[in-house]
T-cell receptor
């Protein structure tokens, strides 16, 4: 498997524009997680899905953020409208069924810069 | 609420030295603990996973230990090399596949 695939790797956009980040989880994984990483706050969970259903979106900072998982192999994180403070690295991760040796696997991230 | 703390925040050592990175967590009811490595501008690579019933895990020059009762884990790196330079993060889920809670990491520099 190619691992968790995110696109784009880098995104530069102007304030007020819509931004869509994409993620393809590892095939067969039931859980998908979206995280945001900043220098100040480290890695923070935004939302996660189980079997394509959103389970906890309490980490989504504002209504400007939304996430979908229309099928088991694809998820999007959308920011509309974007603001400079949204600049960060956004990671997607996936994992399989819950056992004690279940690992989470991360994508390479999308570096978002809002100017 | 689970909180994860990593000390030190940064560490610089000469090549060949053995070193220990520390991780502590506030809620000991964890399912497992994972150590990750992150290179600059890159994603997270899983290094070791310790199940809650285990005391340690080893992979090559890396050894991770877990003491649930005291809420601590350590990552031991033997005979450090410049290629080990990276940020090391530890993370715990509260149970099952509840999302990982991360520490802020230890930035390691190994000087040749």
């Amino acid at each position: 498997d190619a691992g968790v695939i995110q696109s784009p790797r880098h995104e530069v956009t102007e304030m007020g524009q819509e931004v869509t980040l994409r993620c393809k989880p590892i095939s067969g994984h039931d859980y998908l997680f979206w995280y945001r990483q900043t220098m100040m706050r480290g890695l923070e969970l935004l939302i996660y899905f189980n079997n394509n259903v959103p389970i906890d979106d309490s980490g989504m900072p504002e209504d400007r953020f939304s996430a979908k998982m229309p099928n088991a192999s694809f998820s999007t994180l959308k920011i509309q409208p974007s603001e400079p403070r949204d600049s960060a690295v956004y990671f997607c991760a996936s994992s399989g069924q819950a056992t004690q040796d279940t690992e989470a696997f991360f994508g390479q991230g999308t570096r978002l810069t809002v100017v | 609420k689970q909180e994860v703390t990593q000390i030190p925040a940064a560490l610089s050592v000469p090549e060949g030295e053995n070193l220990v990175l520390n991780c502590s967590f506030t809620d000991s009811a964890i399912y497992n603990l994972q150590w990750f490595r992150q290179d600059p501008g890159k994603g997270l690579t899983s290094l070791l996973l310790i199940q809650s019933s285990q005391r340690e895990q080893t992979s090559g020059r890396l050894n991770a230990s877990l003491d649930k009762s005291s809420g601590r884990s350590t990552l031991y790196i033997a005979a450090s090399q410049p290629g080990d330079s990276a940020t090391y993060l530890c993370a715990v889920p509260k149970s099952g596949n509840t999302p990982l809670v991360f520490g802020k990491g230890t930035r390691l520099s190994v000087i040749a």
